[in-house]
């Protein structure tokens, strides 16, 4: 169903493969090793579809944390930083 699903044209998939993908994750133990091995033929040989998922899953739980706090040292850098200089 989900290697279905991806087949279809980007506006008509409802995101099985990354709920496939998901599953598989958890039930390997959080893995991303045996993960990586998962892989489906198509027309161009076999295609890490499960890899490509954990790469951007990875990248979007680091932007979730990465973000907060960058802005975190922003707010905390500024404030110090007008503080020295006005002491000028």
């Given at each position: 169903m989900a290697w279905v699903d991806y087949l279809k044209?980007?506006?008509?998939?409802?995101?099985?493969?990354?709920?496939?993908?998901?599953?598989?994750?958890?039930?390997?133990g959080y893995s991303p090793t045996k993960l990586k091995n998962i892989d489906f033929e198509d027309y161009k040989g076999k295609t890490p579809l499960c890899q490509e998922w954990i790469e951007i899953w990875a990248l979007a739980g680091f932007c979730k944390v990465?973000?907060?706090?960058?802005?975190?040292?922003?707010?905390?850098?500024?404030?110090?930083?007008?503080?020295?200089?006005?002491?000028?």
């Open positions: 044209p980007r506006d008509e998939q409802k995101g099985l493969m990354s709920c496939y993908c998901f599953e598989k994750f958890k039930s390997f990465a973000g907060p706090m960058f802005v975190l040292a922003i707010n905390l850098a500024v404030p110090m930083t007008i503080d020295a200089l006005s002491q000028f």
